[in-house]
């Protein structure tokens, strides 16, 4: 029951920030796909980047644990190149297409219907994926730190910097 | 548009704020955010309600239990936590076509909910895949 909860006041606050930061609309959304308007990648890059170093923190006083799924190229790559796909004709992925609505965005309720359709289907199809491209290039369960043996503290901080990067470039360019 | 987004937070902000809602997260419920998990189980849960024992067959909801849990609750937060956000922000508006959409594709609500559910499903299937 307590888990439930935390659960819902996480939400409400993601959702809060999410509206505030405008990344729950169609044309932000389609405006990062077509590389005019970049707020949803400073949204998602930032919330990420300070995630990073968080979680970390945590996993390193041992207060937290990492959950790290594991890289299998066949399902990856297919699925990314079809999220993308879908991505680009609806406008919301599955947590903002939720926001939108709550936000009275309402032709997101026909993706949310259409996202509970594409679940069906996906069950039904997996016992086919699971001995087809879920088994292709299964790397197991990688990060960048263990993949090139250095510290994770080494790799936090050039992301950061490739960040801060991309972001001086994005507000250079007016994007 | 531009009116519309003067009543928005710097992006930077709520996005390291929300950063800093994942940190909490996983410090004190131990959970990672994520959300097509709970379509994979919604979706089960409907279909429970026609042919529960075939539910009951299928590998991918033995994987992925039909029924509420955090991410589940998560979700529902979002729609609460968005409303909430737009509604004391002033800019809560039922729009039925987004403006780009209508600029490039017309004024047609048939035409946006079938691309829009097509893309849904489309999504999903590769969200789900990919394992995302």
Known sequence: MTILLYGLITGILFGFLLQRGRV???????GALRLMDMTIVKFMLTSILVAMAGVYLLK???WAQLSIKPTIMGGNILGGLIFGLGWGLLGYC???AVGALGEGRWDALWGVLGMLAGAGLFAEAYPFLKTTALTWGNL???TLPQLLGVSHWLIIPLMAL???GLFFWFEKKGL | MEEQDSRGWNPYLAGALSGLVIVFSVGLAGKFLGASTTFVRTAGMLEKLLTPERVNRLEYFLKEIPQ?????MFVAGIFLGSWLAAKTGGDFRWQALPAMWEGRFGPSRLTRAFVAFSGGAVAMFGARLADG
């Open chain 2, 68 to 72: 509420i849990d955090w991410q589940w």
């Open chain 1, 24 to 30: 729950l609309r169609y044309d932000k959304q389609l």
């Open chain 1, 94 to 96: 599955p947590g903002t």
């Open chain 1, 60 to 62: 390193d006083l041992g």
């Open chain 1, 140 to 142: 197991g369960k990688l």
């Open chain 1, 162 to 164: 490739g960040g801060l």
